[in-house]
């Protein structure tokens, strides 16, 4: 089955950029969405169609894709935007969705 | 406001089945594509499948095949997911997610969760 791959987790300093990676054999063909998780509450989009920004998300997010990866970048990160971030896309047929496995984002 | 509410949480046996719900509010409930998605303690976001409200069509996760069955009342504006022959690995928070085609079919609304513990 498609897999979408990610790192398990990402530290940076407050003011600092934080990137966050996606790898999938299939993301030069489907969308890529990003989806910010804080302990105990249900997933926010923050980006979609690789990188677009839904309105009331904060400009320092952004998104951009290069080849069979995407990338998360959070720019002048602050202590809010500690989180779990998730990629999310579909098979090279669009039938089936699919997430990647997670990064935690830490502000040191 | 647009918000998806599901069914309090749920504790069932092993080998029972589970049917959870996610009420639409604040929009035409069968203009948008209904997800679900499953979270086990700890881990990551597990896509289940989709609904369209419209026309009742489905789509599942190869995992779910055979075990999982999507369905709603319009009249109520309710999708429901039901998942049969329940074992231990299917404790999870489950949520519902409204997929937008102005976001190109990202998930822009999603429920609070619903908590499916499965013990003996």
């Known amino acids: 089955s498609y897999e979408l791959t990610q790192p398990p987790s990402v530290s940076v300093s407050p003011g600092q950029t934080a990137r966050i990676t996606c790898s999938g054999d299939?993301?030069?063909?489907?969308?890529a969405y990003w989806y910010q998780q804080k302990p105990g509450q249900a997933p926010v989009l923050v980006i979609y169609k690789d990188s677009e920004r839904p309105s009331g998300i904060p400009e320092r997010f952004s998104g951009s894709s290069s080849g069979t990866t995407v990338t998360l970048t959070i720019s002048g990160v602050q202590a809010e935007d500690e989180a779990d971030y998730y990629c999310q896309s579909a098979d090279s047929s669009g039938t089936y969705k699919v997430f990647g496995g997670g990064t935690k984002l830490t502000v040191l | 406001q647009v918000q998806l509410v599901q069914s309090g949480a749920e504790v069932k046996k092993p080998g029972a089945s589970v049917k959870v719900s996610c009420k639409a509010s604040g929009y035409t409930f069968t203009s948008y594509d209904i997800n679900w998605v499953r979270q086990a303690t700890g881990q990551g976001l597990e896509w289940m499948g989709w609904?369209?409200?419209?026309?009742?069509?489905?789509g599942y996760a190869q995992k779910f095949q055979g075990r999982v069955t999507m369905t709603r009342n319009t009249s109520i504006s309710t999708a429901y997911m039901e998942l049969s022959s329940l074992r231990s690995e299917d404790t999870a928070v489950y949520y519902c997610a409204r997929v937008n085609i102005y976001f190109s079919d990202g998930m822009d609304v999603w429920g609070q969760g619903t908590t499916v513990t499965v013990s003996s």
């Open positions: 609904m369209n409200p419209n026309s009742g069509n489905t």
């Open positions: 299939a993301l030069p063909k489907q969308y």
